[in-house]
């Protein structure tokens, strides 16, 4: 799978495994990065203020006054300059800055992570693609060629992975075309059509949206995610997740707490910030959102933060004053920040399969989606929804998550997930 989140080249940062022991940055003259400064407690940032100065880093004695006088330092001491703060991890951090190895060591570190993430994926398919497997090798057994009859049964077992009617009629129209034309004239053809199929449907859909943030120019910060989705789809959790492997990829974050009209709201975000480190800009519940996401981004600024994720409310998706709250917060993102929001992700259940599928429609219409998270997919033998969401919807499916811990998201892989749904 490849790289989570990245606009910065590859010199500027680098990435290190998973749940690896905290590597000491070097202090010999040969260092050749700085150590982050560490990142105030979410508690302080409840609310923005930036138009708060920030204090001076040494304030000098005055000449005069009362008090205790202060210690003059030794010109020798007065020479020497301060040491740097120790880097500090927070509470579940998973990735640390690779200071004192080679690029060769990185680069493995790396590929290492990336093999684990993709195991794991591998695993969360695990259910839908026992459950197509087991469908289309009952179709496949005691059969020598294709047929009406088997083509039927393999559209059943396709529509109860949850691929989808118009999708699986699309691709089966396409498997007739290739039968008529003897270009697919036995089993292993058949096979071979399908996931063809569904990998082209797949990699089509990432020439709409948003498939990638390296789109947006390094100059344009901060890069602005406008997150999106009902209530009960994980869409706190999702946060959380996605400013966690964000930040361990060497990004600054800011989360912005724009779901005031759910009490319990920023209560859950304050507990995913505090997890993961990241600052939480909050205000108390019934404020505008316009008014949190504009506070926010005057923070992140203020702060040189390189992504802003924003969380929004996850009323019913039939409701007119979300789209018009939306709207809102849309045209205060834009005046502050170039382009902004930069993506507008909507998170799906894929437990609810043609459910989920239908409040993506919705949201469409209201958020103007750019990208899709699909949840739970490890809890669910209906995994073909992502192929039913590429297709209807033709929106790219930008990250999947694959368990509850904080590191159980990762890039969605098209042909790493039609390759898992047939090994």
Request: glycine share 8%.
């Amino acid at each position: 799978m490849g790289m989570f989140w990245r606009r910065k080249g590859r010199d500027q940062f680098v990435t290190l495994g998973l749940n690896q022991p905290e590597v000491k940055p070097a202090t010999g003259p040969s260092s050749q990065l700085e150590p982050p400064e560490p990142t105030p407690p979410p508690e302080e940032l409840r609310v923005a203020k930036p138009s708060q100065e920030p204090a001076p880093a040494r304030v000098e004695p005055l000449p005069t006054g009362g008090g205790p006088t202060p210690i003059p330092l030794e010109s020798s001491e007065a020479a020497k300059p301060l040491p740097p703060p120790a880097p500090r991890r927070p509470a579940f951090s998973t990735s640390v800055l690779g200071l004192d190895l080679s690029v060769e060591e990185l680069e493995a570190r790396e590929a290492a992570v990336q093999q684990e993430f993709s195991a794991r994926f591998r695993r969360a398919v695990s259910a839908t693609r026992d459950s197509l497997s087991d469908r289309l090798d009952s179709v496949f057994i005691g059969r020598k060629q294709i047929d009406d009859e088997l083509l039927d049964q393999l559209e059943e077992a396709l529509i109860a992975a949850d691929v989808g009617v118009p999708t699986t009629l699309s691709l089966l129209e396409t498997v007739r075309r290739g039968v008529a034309r003897k270009q697919i004239n036995d089993l292993e053809a058949l096979k071979q059509a399908i996931r063809s199929e569904l990998l082209k449907i797949l990699q089509a859909s990432t020439n709409q949206g948003v498939a990638s943030e390296s789109s947006v120019p390094e100059n344009v910060t901060p890069y602005v995610m406008m997150i999106v989705g009902v209530n009960g789809v994980g869409k706190t959790t999702t946060i959380g997740k996605l400013a966690h492997r964000i930040k361990a990829e060497g990004n600054d974050v800011l989360i912005c707490a724009a779901d005031t009209f759910r009490a319990a709201a920023s209560d859950q975000l304050a507990i995913w910030a505090e997890r993961t480190g990241v600052p939480l800009i909050q205000q108390k519940q019934g404020t505008d959102p316009a008014a949190v996401l504009f506070d926010s981004l005057k923070a992140a600024k203020a702060r040189g933060s390189d992504v802003l994720i924003v969380d929004t409310a996850g009323r019913l998706h039939t409701k007119s004053n979300l789209m018009a709250e939306l709207e809102k917060m849309k045209r205060v993102a834009g005046r502050e920040v170039e382009g902004a929001p930069h993506e507008t992700l909507l998170v799906v259940d894929a437990v609810t399969g043609q459910n989920g599928l239908e409040q993506a429609r919705q949201f469409l219409k209201v958020a103007g989606v750019t990208g899709i998270v699909l949840t739970k997919l490890d809890g669910t033998a209906k995994g073909g929804i992502a192929v039913a969401i590429a297709k209807e919807l033709d929106l790219p499916i930008r990250y999947a998550g694959i368990g509850e811990k904080v590191d159980d998201l990762v890039v969605f892989d098209p042909a790493e997930y039609v390759n898992d749904l047939f090994e």
